[in-house]
């Protein structure tokens, strides 16, 4: 690893601290501290030779805040609740004094004062879980990981693409393919959004799993994926392509008991000199749609020229 990368590396880590600090007043030594040490953990797995480490760290940090924004809404939450079950009970109380006509004044005045403070602490809940709801949003606006899979997301393909393609000679062996889960919407519309939502957590794992570490996967849509392979001929891309759809269709998701059979289609293309973003995935979706048509759980092969 060369010294300038990891100066960039550590003016990302720094610069992202130092806007996030910016963006919420509200920021404690805790959460800072707790950063740093995720962002020393991220640090020590990168490997010395591969820069493509280096990238993908520094896409994670961007999304580290992001964890901790949902952590606080978590516990603001469980606070809320907790002062509603307490408002009740005083407020049950207070109606049986009342009506056993026990006369308690000074002790009903205490808590008609305990019940009006509770219920200010929860509008006050109530005014930060909306402010925080809305820093998450913000948050994943802003965000290279789709929040569902934890696999790179739409906004990060774009960003890779541009870069890739706006160098004069195309990488060599850089293939692109499109992977779509067959009929995803009769999944979703017999068994719910919910087993939709694990289906999609199973697939993004298995793919994290079975690919190399070079490799990149992105959430490209709804149901599909995308992955960017390096350094490979055609023929071993067919095979590890092939391979992934194996896994998949002999894995076994089990949602409520009920076995989920899963299985994708994929289409594949080479990036060639003066490709754009839209012609690579354009011509790589063309494969995908001849691979559904060709009866699904197959692969699909669209190249220039027959290359």
Do not use: W
Request: proline letters at 1%.
């Amino acid at each position: 690893m060369q010294n300038d990368d990891l100066k960039s590396l550590v003016d990302s880590i720094c610069n992202n601290l130092l806007e996030q600090i910016h963006e919420h007043e509200d920021t404690t030594k805790e959460q800072i501290v707790n950063y740093l040490r995720e962002s020393a953990n991220i640090v020590s797995s990168i490997k010395h030779s591969d820069v493509t480490s280096i990238n993908n760290a520094k896409l994670v940090f961007s999304d580290a805040y992001k964890d901790i924004a949902k952590t606080s809404l978590l516990s603001y939450e469980n606070t809320n609740e907790k002062f509603e079950e307490l408002a009740l009970m005083h407020e049950q109380t207070l109606n049986h004094c009342i009506e056993e006509q026990i006369d308690l004044p000074t002790i009903a005045e205490k808590f008609n004062e305990i019940q009006g403070h509770m219920l200010d602490e929860i509008k006050k809940a109530n005014e930060i879980i909306t402010q925080l709801t809305e820093q998450v949003k913000t948050l994943e606006v802003k965000s290279n990981i789709d929040s569902l899979t934890k696999v790179f997301n739409r906004r990060a393909l774009t960003t890779y693409l541009d870069d890739i393609c706006s160098k004069k000679t195309a990488p060599k062996d850089f293939h692109l393919l499109i992977i779509d889960i067959d009929d995803f919407k009769k999944i979703n519309d017999k068994h719910g959004h919910i087993a939709g939502d694990k289906v999609l957590i199973f697939i993004a794992n298995i793919i994290r799993k079975t690919l190399r570490d070079g490799d990149k996967i992105f959430r490209y849509g709804g149901e599909e994926f995308i992955i960017i392979l390096n350094r490979i001929n055609i023929k071993d891309c067919l095979s590890i392509t092939q391979r992934l759809l194996k896994i998949v269709s002999d894995n076994k998701l089990i949602y409520k008991s009920e076995s989920l059979n899963v299985t994708m289609s994929a289409g594949t293309t080479l990036l060639v000199d003066g490709d754009t973003p839209d012609s690579l995935i354009a011509r790589a979706d063309a494969a995908l749609y001849k691979a559904k048509k060709n009866g699904k759980n197959q692969i699909f092969s669209e190249n220039v020229n027959g290359i």
